[in-house]
Every structure is written in C-alpha cells, then in structure tokens.
C-alpha cells in the first residue's frame, strides 16, 4: 500500500504548438485544437452523508471502485505518527462477513487488483475489476467501513509488516530519510504535517489495539468518506446496490475532529546538514511553503513547476544535469494540499561535485524565475505537456475516478481538476513571476544537506526531526465504540454472485512491410487524441562486446541527445514544445525509441523520432556525459541491498555470458566503451530490414503507414548484422553474501537459469510464477508477508528472452531474518513442482495474467509496449489475441510440469545482500559451502564476482 501521494494535477493548455523548432515538420494547417474532455459524472449524497460519485464508461470491461476517507497523516494521534498508514493496512483484513484477506481474493483472484495509499489529507482504497463484479466490491467496501475486525494476533503481524516497509522503504534505500522523513520534518514547525507518514519504529510500537478501534469509530464512518465508481454499469442499478450497502451504515452522532492547526509562513531560512550511512552521492533538498491546493495560485505554480523540471528542456535538467554536469539527477515535487502544502526542489548531485555547488545552482534557478519573465516558448511548451498528461491520465477508468475523488477530498470541489484546466490555459509569464516572488524567496526556503558519511570526518551532522512546536491532538476514544467480532459461517451473510461477464475488446493490429524491409505496425484506437510511437531494433544488451558492458544501453541512451542536424537540446525542446516525450533505451535482446504525443502532433514528432533512430550523431561530447550519467546512477544502484542483490543473481546465474552482466554498464565497464564501439552496435542492429515502426492511438491505419513510408521509406539497408552470441554452460548454483555494513534489511534472491521466449512450456511456466509470486494471493507474498510478517512484499518472475532467461525469487527483510526467508522461499518453489495446484487456486492465478494483460492493453502505451515487446521477442503479432486463450489452455498437469523444469531450487544459486554480521553464522548452518564477498570488494564484471 502506497504512502507518496500520486501527483494529480491534471492541468491544461488548450493552445497550439506555439514555437517550431528548427528541422520540425510542419503541423497540420487548420487542424482543431485538442482539448481535455471535462469528467462527467453524477453525483447524490445518501441520507447518512457519504458522498457517492458515478463516471460512467462503457468502453471498458472493467469497473473502477474507489473510497476516500477524509483521514490522513496528520490525523495520526500524538505520538503515535504513522498510525493512520498502519490502519490502511488493517482495512484488508477481516470483517463481519469477510475473512482475513478476502478483499484480495473478490480482486485479484478474478483478474482485477486493489491497492490503498496514505497520503497527508487522505486514505484511499482503489480496486479494478472485471465489471460484472462490481456489486461484490460495493459489498465488501461497505462492509469494512461498517464493522472492520481486528484481533491481537492480526493487528502485531501487520504492524510487522509495516516496520519493513518502513526498512524498505526508509532505511534501505539511498535517500530514503531525505524524503520520507527530513523533508517534511523540515518543511513545517507547527503543523502535524511535519510528521513522517510511514512513522517510526518506535510510534508505531507505541499504537495498540485500542487505538485502532477508535481510530476506526471516529474516522471511518459515511459522513467521512466519497465513493466513486467509474467504469462499465447500469446507473439505475449502481443506485440500487449502493443504496442496498452503504445506506444502512449509521452515521455517528459526534463531529468529526479536525485539525485546525495553521502553518505560520516562514520568513528566516533554515539549513541544516546531515551525514547518512549508505549515501553513494551528496545531495540538496530545498523546501518552500505552498498555498492551500484549492488557491487560485496553484494553476501558476503548477506551470512555473512544469518549467522547471517537465523533461529533459526543463531548466533543472537543461542546466544542472546536461549543460552543468552538476547533479546526477534534479527535479522537484509540488505537493499541494488542504492546507499548506510544500514545493521540493532536490539535487543529487554528480560524482566529485559538491553540495554547495549543487545548491547555489539551484537557487540561481529560482532567482531567474523571480527576477526575469520566463519566455513565451517554455510557456506554451509546459502548458502543452501538462495538457498530454492530463489526456494519458483520463485513459482508463481508475484514471478519471482518482482525478475525482482527489478533487473532492484535496480541493474540496468535484469540479476543482476541470476548473485548473481553465485556469491553467490563462496562466501569464507575469503570474510565474509573481508567484516565484510571492512563495519562493531565499528567506522561505528549508534546506537540507544530505552527505555521505564518510564526509563527515568528525564532524557532527544537525539533528533535524519533529519541531517541539508541531502541534498533534491526542486520540480521545469515542464513548460508543463497538468491537466487531466475525461472523459465523452460519450467520455470515454471503458475498454476491458475480453478473453476467463483460467482454473486452482486444485490439487489432495490421503491419505492412516497407520496400526496404522494414516492418510498420498500426493498432487504430480513437477514444483519446493520443499516439504512441516506437522504432525497435535488435540491439539490446545481449550483444555487448565482451569487457563493455553497458555498450548496447549507452547507444540507446545516445540515440535522443544528437543526430546530425538536431543538437539533444533541440530534440528535447522541439518534443517537449508539441507537448510530447521522447526517449530511448535497451533491453537484453532489443532497444527502443518512443515519443508518446497529442493526435494533432504525430507528423512533427514522428520527424524527431525518425531523425533519432536513422541519424544519431554519438557524439564525443555526449558519449562521455551520458557515460558520467550512467555511472553516478550505477553508484547510487550499487548502495540499495534489493538492486544489488539482483544485480549479483543475474552475474551467479549467467557467468560470463552477457545476460549475466548489469545491462546499463558498470563503474569499470563504461569506461572501456569507446565511440566506435558504440557506432559499431548501432550499425549492426539499426538497419530497417531487422526494425520496426509501432504506431497506436488516434490516427488511422493509411495515415501512419503513409507518415512510415514518408519518414523511412528512404532508409537505407546496412551493411552489417546481428552477431549472435555463443551460448555457453550454465555455471553451478553458488550461494552468496554480499556484506553491505549498516545496510537497512538484506535484500534476497534465489535465481535460476530459465527459459526462451519461444519455449513450449512458456505459459505453463508463467501460470507457474503467477502462483509463486505475482500478486498479494501469492504464495510467496502468503508465507512471507502474511503470514510472518517478514517483509512488505516477495514475489517472483520468470524472464524468457529470446535465448534462455532467468528466474528469481526476491524480497527484502530485516538483516536477522534472512536465513528464514531464503527457507522459505526455496520450500515454496520445491512443492509446486512436487504438486498439482487445486484448480481454485490455479483459476484465480490465471485470472491474474489476464486481468494484467487486460489493463494493460486499454492503455495506447501499453498496446505499443506490448507490440514492441513482441518484435523483440520474435513472436506473432497475433499474440495479443491468443494470449487471453493461451493461458485460460494450461491445465494443472503443465503448471506442475513446468514448475519442475523452472522453478526447482536445486539449480538456483541465493544472494542474500545485508550487514552479513547479522545473518551469515545463522545462515551458514544450512549452506556451509557460501561465500562471503564484501560490497566494497565486489567485481560485477567477472563470473566469480572476484
């Protein structure tokens, strides 16, 4: 369940490109202008005073139902922050009529799924599901808010649970303090704000059972709650169920208590510095105060924060990362909210660059926001990417219904998303200015400079934590607390039967082939004036020259910062101008070059994206930044336990082969990689009788192919081609630690070779995963986190490439409890290849593939992912209808089967990445023969690891 609030600021420009760009194509002459549809949608208030909301959709299969409760971090009782975090948890376990876990099951055992995040101002629960199970979900959600049960033994093992993702999240990853816990310690010194969502281990130790009833009568009650439904129904019956459900919840004769506390504006800097353990790169964080998210100033200050850090023409990016070479990374985060919120600007800055330089960098930023009118063209050009994305997030119905209900509980006004679209488009380069000056001055500003330990030679970091000043009501408990007790299986009253199935549609693709042999893939979808676009080549990792990994990955890097009539900041500007992104990259055995871009914008922006993947200039200049780049990025990789210990299982599990090296290089790989290893990569794959052109979206199949023959039809087949790679002996299993000192929790995996793409047993194998360890219902995700508590999440995957890939088994726990986790998991992958799966189980982990696989295909980026995945893959097209069959085929004898072939442990070699001091006599006991390997000593580029 996710803590960071997803940016919802579904803001517009209903204006026209406004500043072509030297070598763009030319728009459309007299093309009407594209403009975001408003959400429709209907709205009544039952008598007990939840807020009900309908959008109804019925192009979709699928129905979305989400409820909000106005309650959130800054609710959370004194003392005991962290604790509304901790609640959402409980919200899926039992109730009156459902069993622990039982939400899962009415989800994702059908092919739908459900999640919950905590944000400040909220708690939301989401779910996505087949529509014709639409009354159960109603149920169900009614039924916890009703009469939610919580026993001891339930409420310690999901406490547990949240202490590792508190691990996980916080303590283990690089950074983590910075953002969950300084950042809003610094960001406020009155309100509870200032309180760290996901708490400490200590707060959350303090909440007891108690606390959760009452938490659960004070705030969990109609009155206090929006319900949104979007998707494929009958309004009429919508009503009736809704009615049925939620009508009878009593409303509590008690206000609601509510935090009243306002945040006094900051008028003197604060600074404060720190040193953190496992902290690869310096890094800055400044911090200033925002209005409410329902001010009439947040349409600007969503403008002015697109200028600053929407894609790579950003100012951040332009200046600080590409031009300066300062920060390895820089961007911001606008976090809006009911009542004061905070703008972050943040820096992690490059290797051997310093914090002070890093800051200054970013103050000169916001300085020339407030002293200089920003121009016309960054103007139009934020406004039209924030359009594109305000499009892409209105795609499905989980998208339209969270735009709704954040308006509803954030800004107060169903219509707020819709009203900021507007004003929005009336945003003036004055008001940026005026804005910058009236809430960004250097005396408002909260920083925080973040270092690596080891800077600090004695030195004694500041102490930053919650103000004595924050002020936090305690938890008073209700007079009239109920405790729910669960009810019999005699008087348990039943969950609804499902309706009669809604099909989906499954999209159609046509490919044409060009005279040169290149491939043209078109799939018409017309609902939203959005295209997406993509050039796949067969030049992924796979192919990198022995000592150079990385080679494939930096070409594709490369393929967007330079052809030889577009500069990178061109290509950047004249995408991001149209309202589009672009980007390139590899995978094992293909790389991609994608724009995504508003329906009136394809021609122009498919101009860009041919000029990148035919053109590329690999320039010296950007060779050696995008190098730096990808080493700073690797550094930062390298401290997190869980990236490195997958990292180390691919190098166990491939040798010296190059599915075994780290795809985006290494810190002695990338170095070695020289300009013409990179035009030699290209050259060989980058041809048009081995590519492909994927278009989907709102354009009709004779236009693209007519934009493909236009743009490529000129291409020129090469002289070279893809060099297979031999393929050699799988190395034995081996069993790894890899010592990281003050690590956070061990990362674990237990990895094994795997299977093509192209193998027989390829959907046995995935159904065989699915039952391992895709989703909650899991049986890696059941043994380790519900059951014991172990970890926030396990799961499993089972990566077939075009040769041979790799499965693994993974999570993440505190240090101590490694050895019983690789237990654990490697019971679980023995006794699906000892037994058949019961056919309820089997069904329900069927469902999951395909409700995946349906989700994904009502997105246009998913179905253009999707297809070039095929291309990559070398299979049909054809896959996109066969798959849904495919797997409803596989039978429990082929998943017992197929578990055999991929999942036995006996062929797998463990990682287990952590402080070894805690775990590793433990572990030795049941693998005498592991070997230590310390993080500082580790050598990614050679099999032994050595």
Known sequence: MRLTRTALYLSAALLPFAAHAQQAAPAPAAQQQIAVAPLNFTERTLP??????????????????????????????????????????????????????????????????????????????????????????????????????????????????????????????????????????????????????????????????????AFHATYYRPDNAVLVVAGNFDPAQLDKWVDNYFAPIAKPNRPIPRVTVAEPPRTTAVRKTVYEANTPLPAVLLSYQLPADNHPDIAALTVLNGILSGGENSRLYRNLVYRDQLAAQASTFLDSRQSTGAYAMYAILAGGKSAEDGEKAMRREIAELRDTPVSAAELAEAKNEILTSALKSRETAEGKASTLAASIIVSRDPKAADQQLSAIARVTAADIQRVARQYLGDNQSAAIVYLPDAMAQGAKGDTVGIADTVKVAPLVAPKDIVIHTAASAETRVPVPAPGAPVSPTIPNAVETKLANGMRVIVVEKRDLPIVTATVVAPAGGASDPAGKAGTAALAAALLTKGTTTRSAEQIAQQIESLGGSIGAGADWDAAFATVTVKADQVAPALTVLADVARNPAFAQEELDRARKQTVDGVTVQLKDPAALAGIAASRAVFGDRAYGNLLSGTPTSLPRITRESIVTAYSRAW????????????????????????????????????????????????????????????????????????????????????????????????????????????????????????????????????????????????????????????????????????????????????????????????????????????????????????????????????????????????YPQLEVIPASALNLDSATLK
Do not use: C
Not at 165 to 183: H, I, M, W
Not at 792 to 815: E, F, H, L, M
Not at 899 to 924: C, H, M, N, Q, Y
């Open 48 to 213: 007990n005073g939840l807020k009900v909301y309908a959008i109804r959709d019925t192009s979709t299969a699928n129905v979305s139902v989400q409820v909000w409760y106005d309650v959130g971090s800054k609710d959370d009782p004194a003392g005991k922050s962290g604790f509304a975090h901790m609640f959402e948890h409980l919200m899926f376990k039992g109730t009156k009529n459902l069993v622990d876990e039982q939400m899962d099951r009415l989800t994702e055992d059908v092919g739908g799924y459900n999640n919950a995040s905590t944000a400040s101002d909220y708690t939301n629960y989401f779910e996505v599901v087949p529509a014709n199970h639409l009354e159960r979900l109603l149920f169900a959600e009614a039924d916890r808010m009703a009469s939610l049960v919580v026993d001891e033994k339930v409420f310690a093992s999901e406490r547990d649970v949240v202490k590792e993702e508190l691990r996980s999240r916080v303590l283990a990853q690089p950074y983590g303090k910075l953002f969950y816990v300084y950042f809003p310690n610094i960001s406020y010194a009155v309100h509870p704000y200032a309180r760290p969502g996901i708490g400490s281990i200590e707060d959350l130790d303090a909440a007891t059972i108690g606390d959760i009833r």
């Open 687 to 926: 041809n048009p009788d081995q590519s492909a052109l994927v278009v989907v979206g709102d354009i009709a199949t004779k236009d693209a192919t007519a934009l493909a023959q236009q743009l490529f039809g000129d291409w020129k087949r090469g002289n070279l081609t893809v060099v297979a790679a031999p393929v050699a002996a799988a190395p034995k299993p081996r069993v790894i630690v890899v010592d990281l000192p003050e690590a956070g929790q061990a990362g674990v995996v237990v990895a094994r070779p795997g299977i093509a793409r192209s193998d027989k047993d390829f959907y046995a194998a995935q159904v065989a995963n699915a039952t391992l360890g895709v989703g909650f219902t899991s049986r890696l995700n059941r043994e380790i986190r519900i059951k014991r508590g172990l970890a926030y999440g396990a799961g499993s995957s089972v990566d077939a490439r075009r040769s041979p890939g790799i499965v693994s088994a993974s999570t993440q726990t505190k240090n101590a409890s490694a050895p019983e986790v690789v237990k654990l998991i490697a019971e679980e992958m023995t006794k699906l290849g000892a037994a058949p799966v019961p056919g309820a189980e089997l069904d329900s982990r069927k469902a999951v593939l395909i409700g995946n696989f349906g989700r994904r295909i009502e997105r246009t980026d998913g179905i253009a992912g999707a297809l070039a995945d095929y291309v990559a893959d070398g299979v049909p097209l054809g896959t996109l209808q066969s798959y849904i069959p495919s797997i409803q085929s596989v039978d429990p004898a082929a998943v017992q089967a197929a578990a055999k072939k991929v999942l036995e442990p006996a062929s797998a070699s463990i990682v287990v990445v952590g402080d070894a001091k805690t775990f590793v006599d433990e572990l030795r006991k049941t």
